[in-house]
């Protein structure tokens, strides 16, 4: 069955310091694998889509189909980064996204 | 810039009532989703609506839950005789095209 892990619920990091978001999947296919951001109180939004290849907020991710991985990247955090991320997985494109737990990322000054 | 709209924002009702989620998605979208999130676990998929039928559901979505778009605009997913278990977080999620969904801000149902 296809599954999005990831392994940390919390991520605490001083702002500046580098952030790295953990997500792993598991599908035998070619996905398509998005990280979606939840700020506080507000909705889901998509942050990226790893077809995109794109840099949003100085966020990057890479799929790595070898290791099955989607890391969310940022090299130095700031204070607005604090936010619930969530990695998901779409085997195919109408269905349903397929989400990790999520990972709270807390950034301190 | 549009956005997936629900309400009501927070729904408290009793054991065995029935609800209704109402959720507006974007105006132009053609795919229609409902997730759910209990506390402290993942979203999850409910079920997907496409060219006025359902497209695909889960396990969760059982007999007790139905959706419907009555009127072009709004899209409601009801619970006819809820159950403690499904209190939870409700989101609706509209595409264009088939891959990117926009989430509403959810509706959270709590059931005493």
């Known amino acids: 069955a296809q599954r999005v892990t990831q392994p940390e619920k919390l991520l605490s990091v001083f702002k500046g310091a580098p952030v790295e978001l953990k997500c792993n999947y598991s599908?035998?296919?070619?996905?398509?694998l998005f990280w979606y951001v939840q700020y506080s109180r507000q909705r889901l939004q998509l942050l990226l889509r790893?077809?995109s290849r794109e840099s949003i907020k100085g966020f990057t991710a890479d799929l790595n189909k070898g290791e099955t991985s989607f890391h969310l990247k940022k090299p130095f955090a700031q204070e607005e980064d604090s936010a619930m991320y969530y990695c998901a997985l779409l085997v195919q494109a109408g269905t349903a996204l397929i989400f990790g737990k999520g990972t709270t990322l807390s950034v301190s000054s | 810039e549009p956005e997936v709209t629900q309400t009501p924002s927070h729904q408290v009702t009793q054991m065995g009532q029935e609800v209704i989620l109402r959720c507006v998605p974007i105006?132009?979208?053609?795919?229609f989703y409902w997730y759910r999130q209990i506390l402290g676990q993942k979203v999850e998929f409910l079920v997907s609506?496409?060219?006025?039928?359902?497209?695909?559901k889960s396990e969760i979505f059982d007999d007790q839950f139905s959706v419907e778009r009555p009127d072009g605009s709004n899209f409601t997913l009801k619970i006819r005789s809820t159950k403690l278990e499904d209190s939870a977080m409700y989101f609706c999620a509209s595409a264009l095209a088939k891959n990117i969904q926009y989430f509403g801000a959810g509706t959270r149902l709590s059931v005493l």
């Open positions: 609506f496409y060219n006025n039928e359902i497209s695909e």
């Open positions: 105006s132009n979208h053609l795919y």
């Open positions: 599908y035998s296919g070619s996905p398509e």
């Open positions: 790893h077809i």
